[in-house]
């Protein structure tokens, strides 16, 4: 995941967009929790939470719960993009998200 002004950080989980410049970020999860209640997932750029583009289902212990999104965002200069797991309880999450700058300041 590292392409012109897009570069992963150390902890492999927060992609750093160092360029200005328009992004399309997809995401796509896979939770199973261990308990009866709700999952979901946050897009997060920089420091605000994007909350138009969030996941977020019922869930029962066990079962998988699958999610999906794209969106657009304009970062003015450095940021991070990475998502947050938000459930009533704890679960087993994969996925993987990808971005692309498409247009330049």
């Known amino acids: 995941m590292v392409g012109e002004g897009i570069s992963l950080s150390a902890d492999a989980s927060t ?16 939770c199973r929790p261990e308990e009866d209640g709700a999952v979901g997932v946050l897009p997060v750029l920089g420091e605000g939470a994007l909350t138009e583009s969030e996941f977020a289902a019922p ?11 794209t969106y657009y965002e304009f970062s ?30």
């Open 59 to 69: 869930a029962q212990a066990g079962v998988l719960q699958s999610g999906s999104g």
């Open 76 to 105: 003015p200069s450095t940021a991070q993009a990475r998502l947050l797991y938000q459930g009533t309880g704890p679960a087993q999450v994969t996925g993987g998200l990808v971005v692309s700058r498409i247009y330049d300041r």
């Open 15 to 30: 992609v750093l967009l160092t360029e200005p410049g328009l992004y399309s970020l997809s995401y796509t999860v896979q």
